[in-house]
């Protein structure tokens, strides 16, 4: 710049960042240099807004609505169909009135020899092949002695194992409250022999801690002595402490 005054201002060029030599101009542009918020922003009725709001809301509360009474009517679904319904109650009513008339009849002979033999036990026929035993021997032989005869035995025996049963319930309940209370009689016994030792250990600390108190000569002395210092057994301590000083003077 030596070539050039010093009050000479600074002008650019026609193609200022370009090929000053004669070479086409640059025409890229930088970000920065664009333009921005050219949108002025205003301020809008807020009734829209809450208008739009409200029936969003509304809209979902009916969806929430709708899929209750769905899931509602679901749990209240019936089984089966009315008509359903309807056949199976005429079907039992049928049942009920065919069974009410069978039991006005007897059945024959063969009736009962059928069911006998569905219902009949083939282990029955096992040992005893002579005594023309089968599997309803008791009720075909009333006068012989039948299993059916000892109910009465076995409700008396079982009457007298029930009342031995509460008999020693009521035993073991007893002798269990007499160790409860064992157990917390020597409880409060243990805690009552911890209190007081506490408080003789307290009793201690507390004369031991005043030495105007203890009237024990032994405790005195004890309590009298002074105390050493952490670093009083260290070997090297003071070590100069015997030495005469260099920097006396002498007459």
């Given amino acids: 710049t030596a070539h050039r ?11 200022e960042g370009g090929w000053s030599a004669g070479g086409i101009s640059s025409s890229a542009k930088s970000v920065l240099d664009e333009r921005s918020h050219t949108k ?32 509602r009517m679901i749990g209240k679904r019936r089984l089966l169909d009315d008509n ?5 109650q005429l079907k039992l ?5 065919q069974h009410d008339q069978d039991d006005n009849f007897t059945m024959d002979e063969t009736q009962t020899n059928k069911i006998l033999a569905k ?6 026929h ?24 000892t109910d009465d035995d076995d409700d008396s025996s079982s009457d007298d194992d029930d009342s031995d049963d509460e008999d020693e319930e009521a035993a073991l309940q007893a002798e269990l409250t007499k160790i409860r209370a064992e157990r917390n009689v020597e409880k409060a016994k243990e805690e009552a022999e911890q209190s007081a030792e506490e408080h003789k ?18 405790t005195i002395t004890m309590l009298g002595k002074t105390k050493t210092r952490w670093n009083e057994d260290i070997v090297f301590r ?5 030495e005469p000083d260099r920097n006396q003077k002498r007459f």
């Fill in 84 to 88: 359903d319904e309807q056949q199976g």
């Fill in 119 to 124: 219902y009949d036990d083939a282990d029955s």
């Fill in 93 to 97: 009513l049928k049942h009920k009135q």
């Fill in 5 to 15: 005054p010093t009050w000479k201002a600074a002008v650019g060029r026609a193609q």
């Fill in 201 to 218: 250990q307290m009793e201690e600390a507390a004369l031991l801690g005043n030495p105007l108190l203890n009237t024990d000569a032994s």
């Fill in 126 to 149: 096992g040992k005893d092949d002579n005594n023309n035993d089968d599997g309803w021997s008791d009720l075909d032989n009333p006068n012989k002695d039948s299993d059916l005869d």
């Fill in 238 to 242: 003071n070590q100069a402490k015997g």
């Fill in 40 to 71: 002025l922003k205003l301020r809008d009725n807020n009734s829209k807004e809450r208008e739009e709001v409200l029936r969003q809301s509304l809209a979902k509360l009916e969806q929430v609505e709708q899929k209750a009474h769905v899931r």
